[in-house]
């Protein structure tokens, strides 16, 4: 229906916000998450009597890793897949 009634304005504009240059590169290295206190997370992951899941995904690095969560506390654990 572009019969000219409604012209596109097509002119360029300056960016609502500055875009920072300096903000991090696509594909950077995401900081490495610190190990919680040996005695935050009991010896027995999960502990006996919780509920827990356990799942397969991808870090934003693209290693395949498992990640074993207890579902009563939050509490998880994460390590990289072999194979």
């Known amino acids: 229906m572009a019969n000219g009634k409604h012209p596109i ?6 960016p609502a916000i500055e875009i920072d240059d300096d903000a991090a590169a696509v594909g950077a ?5 610190p190990e919680p206190a040996g005695e935050d997370i009991p010896e027995e992951f999960p502990p006996a009597g919780h509920r827990w899941e356990t799942f397969e995904t991808a870090r934003p690095d693209g290693v395949r890793v498992s990640v074993t969560r207890d579902i009563d506390t939050g509490v998880q654990r994460v390590h990289p ?3």
């Open 9 to 14: 304005d097509i002119t360029p504009q300056e």
């Open 29 to 33: 290295t995401p900081p490495e998450t």
């Open 81 to 83: 897949v072999e194979g």
